[in-house]
């Protein structure tokens, strides 16, 4: 099972909208609808930001967005901010017939 | 709340024995799978397995299986993994994480970053 592709880095302007994008197979990011995004600042642990596909857990702002179409799933975040900007990775289920998950590369966010 | 809580930096040469620990605290410690997840250095998340304290049953990701092997004590709500030979290549930082629902990592501990090292 390959890493799913996700851009090494996108950058955008406070205040502005990014999408990260994340291309699977249809083993995995299109043959289910358990896609998660993770946060990771430096030198800390990632930090679940959207799970199954663009459901946001308590606590994570609005500003964070997922969808998904085809083999293809995608974070925006809009009203860019300081604060955001970190490594993003996504993650799907892929198991068949036994429990299995891939992450994506990851993305570097840059905010200008 | 819940806590996931790994065991220090640890530093080791090639060919020795290595065993991480992660505390799980706030939580029904055996209703959850706790997965690893490996972060070589400036890389990306790589899932390498899961196991279910409740029964101890095992998953590994195929690149890993053979490789560590995950265990877990309930009745100290810690979960560990190992190596039996470290090899230069094991040097990454290791993530346990909480397994909510069978899909979704949704709490992760800190880290324990392992560095092997002649």
């Known amino acids: 099972q390959s890493a799913l592709t ?16 994340c291309t699977g197979t249809s083993s995995d990011v299109g043959g289910y609808n358990y896609v998660s995004w993770y946060q990771q600042h430096p030198g800390k642990a990632p930090k679940l930001m959207i799970y199954d596909v663009s459901k946001r857990p308590s606590g994570v702002p609005d500003r964070f ?5 085809g083999n293809t799933a995608s974070l925006t975040i ?8 970190a490594d993003y990775y996504c993650c799907s289920y892929a198991g068949s017939y036994t429990f299995y998950w891939v992450f994506g590369g990851g993305t570097k966010l840059t905010v200008l | 709340e819940v806590q996931l809580v790994q065991s220090g930096a640890e530093v080791k040469k090639p060919g020795e024995s290595l065993k991480i620990s992660c505390k799980g605290s706030g939580y029904s ?8 997840v490996r972060q070589m250095p400036g890389k990306g998340l790589e ?72």
């Open chain 2, 47 to 118: 899932w390498m397995g899961i196991i279910y304290p409740g029964d101890s049953d095992t998953r590994y990701s195929p690149s890993f299986q053979g490789q560590v092997t995950i265990s877990a004590d309930k009745s100290i709500s810690t979960a560990y993994l190992q190596w039996s030979s470290l090899k230069a290549s094991d040097t990454a930082m290791y993530y346990c994480a909480r397994l909510y629902s069978s899909r979704i990592f949704d709490y992760w501990g800190q880290g324990t970053l392992v560095t092997v090292s002649s």
């Open chain 2, 29 to 36: 410690f055996t209703s959850y799978w706790i997965g690893w």
């Open chain 1, 78 to 85: 809009s009203g860019l901010q300081a604060e955001d900007e």
């Open chain 1, 65 to 69: 967005s997922g969808s998904k179409s």
């Open chain 1, 6 to 21: 996700q851009p090494r880095s996108v950058s955008g302007s406070p205040g502005q909208s990014v999408t990260i994008s």
